[in-house]
């Protein structure tokens, strides 16, 4: 993690762990249940968290691989995995998670220090490095994580 920002390697190895922590004792129902209607719930929060560890991975493979690949947004409807953890019960879901972002870790540790500045593009957010891929990552897990911190003292309507 030595080519990683110092914050971000933090966030990377610890941010995830307060999904557990939010959610320990909350009943499964709870999790499952649609507190603002027409929006996620807790659990499809978890779930997308979980199957964009896979997507950023597949970003990063394909940068260090290619030579500034473009890619489009992601889109959840199109996703198999998020739709296969979406049917898993919670305290699996967050296994998956934690099992896999270690997996994550291991990967990033793995990197060669001038893969961190190899570069892809993204059609809504611009040119990236992978150092800036793994940053993306963490903060759009920190938006979700508040999400499910939101939803979980929210009184459904």
């Given amino acids: 993690m030595n080519n990683l920002p110092f914050s971000v390697a933090q966030r990377l190895q ?3 762990l307060s999904l557990e922590e939010m ?4 009943p499964d129902e709870k999790l499952r249940q649609e507190i603002t209607p027409g929006k ?3 659990l499809d929060n978890l779930a997308h968290l979980a199957a964009l560890q896979d997507v950023f991975k597949g970003r990063i493979e394909r940068v260090l691989e290619e030579d500034e690949p473009t890619f489009p ?3 959840w409807e199109e996703d198999a995995l998020f739709a296969q953890y979406r049917q898993l019960p919670v305290k699996e879901l967050i296994a998956v998670y934690n099992d896999d972002r270690a997996d ?5 540790n793995t990197l060669a220090p001038e893969s961190f500045g190899r570069c892809g593009r993204h059609l809504v957010y611009g040119r990236f490095s992978v150092a800036d891929l793994v940053e993306m990552m963490i903060l759009h897990e920190s938006h979700h994580l508040f999400t499910v911190f939101k939803l979980l003292h929210i009184t459904p309507k």
């Fill in 14 to 16: 610890t941010q995830h």
């Fill in 104 to 108: 994550f870790i291991r990967y990033v």
């Fill in 40 to 42: 996620w719930t807790v």
């Fill in 73 to 75: 947004p992601y889109k």
């Fill in 23 to 26: 959610t320990a004792g909350v």
